[in-house]
């Protein structure tokens, strides 16, 4: 059975502190810490039928943005290249823009402008995404699970909801906030008549389209493996509308297999955690909307973070917990197997 993790004693703490502060974050398993995704609010403004019952709003509550905005120095100065801010959804935090900014300051150990990059829903982006730009951001992500109208309004229980988020793509790359890349999480039954239709919005609207296998990350917990359209199924699919072509795979720890098709046009990326797990090269570390450390989508335990910084942590003691708390990150999930556990929260709660 998956263990449960424990957060670090302070004995560990005072241990990781005495090391190099120089060096980067490895955990025990040898992965090197790059990626961190940071959780900006519980809230969203869509409740989409594979996320979230639709009875239930925001559960955590959020920081501060100038806490975010400490939280995230320290674990750049520890080496985090790479940024993703996420909810709920982000753009409901009117003060964004000013994170955005200052976070954009940073530099890496190396030197290097931070890649900072937003994963939303897409519905405020029309409004925002030249203000998110100036601000400093260098790309986006949306998440998009179908592009018919009437089913997409069925997804999000919102009702136009798709144009609302077609004008925001079409707004952020008018803003220079590409490659846009859309995410749609495929269901059995339930959108897999989307895929083709994909395809072709990849092609017309010049986007990233990343197909991503339905995990047990839901609010309802209704996951079950036959929901799950393993990769080959996908690809027979998308052959149907044009023969696809495999790419030069990015780095290891990238988690979309990228294809395109025979004639060159459109970019069509998989992410497979359930049949093609990757969890091998992970590099990545989750911080939620109130403040706690998840070493994994699939923890049953939240690190708490903000907690010590209420109690006066110093950015030093901040980055002994960091470092402590990544030394425990799990090899792997355990979907699957038969004593999977889910995680302590669901998607929405922690944060993409």
Not at 117 to 140: C, F, I, M, P, Y
Not at 169 to 181: D, F, S, V
Not at 274 to 283: D, I, L, N, R
């Amino acid at each position: 059975m998956a263990a449960s993790l424990t957060s670090p004693s302070l004995k560990e703490v005072d241990r990781v502190s005495r090391l190099n502060r120089a060096s980067r974050l490895i955990d025990k398993h040898g992965r090197a810490i790059t990626d961190l995704r940071v959780s900006v609010t519980d809230r969203c403004n869509y409740k989409c039928v594979y996320c979230r019952t639709g009875n239930d709003g925001a559960q955590y509550s959020e920081l501060p943005i100038a806490d975010y905005l400490r939280i995230v120095r320290i674990f750049v100065d520890l080496g985090i290249e790479k940024v993703r801010l996420t909810g709920g959804e982000p753009l409901l935090r009117k003060s964004l823009p000013d994170l955005i900014r200052e976070l954009a300051k940073l530099k890496t150990i190396d030197g290097e402008s931070l890649d900072l990059a937003l994963t939303t829903n897409g519905h405020l982006l029309a409004e925002k995404a030249q203000s998110l730009k100036d601000a400093g951001l260098s790309r986006v992500t949306v998440s998009m699970d179908a592009v018919d109208p009437d089913t997409f309004a069925r997804i999000t229980r919102v009702p136009g909801s798709f144009h609302k988020v077609r004008a925001g793509i079409r707004a952020a790359q008018q803003a220079g906030l590409g490659p846009i890349k859309v995410n749609c999480v495929l269901l059995r039954g339930f959108n897999e008549d989307q895929i083709v239709p994909f395809a072709k919005f990849a092609r017309d609207e010049s986007v990233i389209v990343r197909f991503i296998e339905f995990m047990p990350l839901e609010e309802g917990r209704l996951w079950t493996p036959a929901t799950v359209i393993p990769v080959q199924a996908l690809l027979e699919q998308l052959s149907t509308f044009r023969p696809v072509v495999r790419l030069r795979a990015n780095a290891a720890s990238e988690t979309a297999q990228r294809y395109t098709f025979d004639d060159g046009i459109g970019e069509i990326g998989i992410i497979a955690p359930v049949s093609q797990a990757f969890c091998g090269h992970c590099s990545r570390i989750r911080l939620t909307s109130d403040g706690k450390i998840r070493t994994c989508l699939f923890s049953q335990f939240d690190h708490d973070l903000y907690g010590r910084m209420r109690r006066g942590a110093t950015d030093d003691d901040i980055a002994a917990f960091i470092r402590a708390t990544v030394e425990q990150k799990e090899a792997r999930h355990h979907i699957g197997e038969p004593d999977f556990l889910k995680p302590s929260r669901s998607m929405v709660h922690i944060g993409g």
